[in-house]
């Protein structure tokens, strides 16, 4: 079963613009991670955000949270060619059982 | 070794034959994950370990799945009677702990049953 859904299921963009990709979820949650994955390849942890958290940065990465609506948001500022890849988002359901979204296709286009 | 590792990479086979797939994870990685991921679509979480024993197996689709870790550390992955449907990529993680962080992810067995 799937816990998060991300929205949109493809974005395009030219380089150097940013792109948003957004999760909701459907029940409580500790933390939600967002991962990376490019084709054919597995997938790389990206950032984790705490339920106490509301906002998290990492280089170019801004991952915001907002539990009463039960959703989350990407931010890739000044994206590369080298972001082109699947993004998603992961949530516990439970103590252990890790559910991934069914991800968004991001294509940065030089 | 530094990464989670899985074989084979590739593995053809016909409907109807065993398969088994392995993973080694990260030393000292007490959990261990095995999801299944069709084309276009999110990983779907089949199996958890935590040391040898499986804590949630709740995902294995049928009884045709069985994953063991005897030792708790590698873990294979056996499907028997393949069928067509079973084609998918097959992704193995590791996580240092049991608690809810993140999780180091192999390269995925792909499997392809004719």
């Known amino acids: 079963s799937q816990q998060g859904e991300e929205d949109p299921q493809a974005l395009s963009i030219q380089e150097g613009e940013n792109a948003t990709m957004n999760c909701s979820y459907k029940?409580?949650?500790?933390?939600l991670q967002w991962y990376r994955q490019n084709s054919g390849r597995g997938l790389v942890h990206l950032i984790l955000?705490?339920?106490?958290?509301r906002e998290k940065h990492s280089g170019r990465l801004r991952v915001t949270l907002d539990t009463s609506k039960k959703s989350s948001s990407l931010l890739i500022t000044a994206s590369r060619a080298a972001d082109t890849a699947s993004y998603f988002c992961?949530?516990?359901?439970?103590?252990?059982?890790?559910?991934f979204g069914q991800g968004t296709r991001l294509t940065i286009n030089p | 070794g530094a990464g989670v590792s899985q074989t084979p990479s590739n593995k053809v086979t016909e409907k109807g034959k065993y398969v088994e797939l392995r993973c080694d994870p990260i030393s000292g990685h007490t959990a261990l994950y095995w999801y299944r991921q069709s084309l276009g679509q999110g990983p779907e979480f089949l199996i958890y370990f935590q040391g040898t024993g499986a804590a949630d197996d709740s995902g294995l689709p049928n009884d045709r799945f069985f994953a063991v870790r005897p030792e708790g550390s590698v873990s294979t992955l056996k499907i028997q009677r393949t069928e067509r449907g079973d084609s998918a990529v097959y992704l193995c993680a590791s996580s240092l702990t049991v608690t809810t962080g993140e999780l180091f992810f192999g390269e995925g067995s792909r499997l392809t049953v004719l």
């Open positions: 029940t409580s949650i500790n933390n």
């Open positions: 992961a949530t516990y359901q439970g103590a252990q059982k890790l559910v």
């Open positions: 955000i705490r339920s106490n958290e």
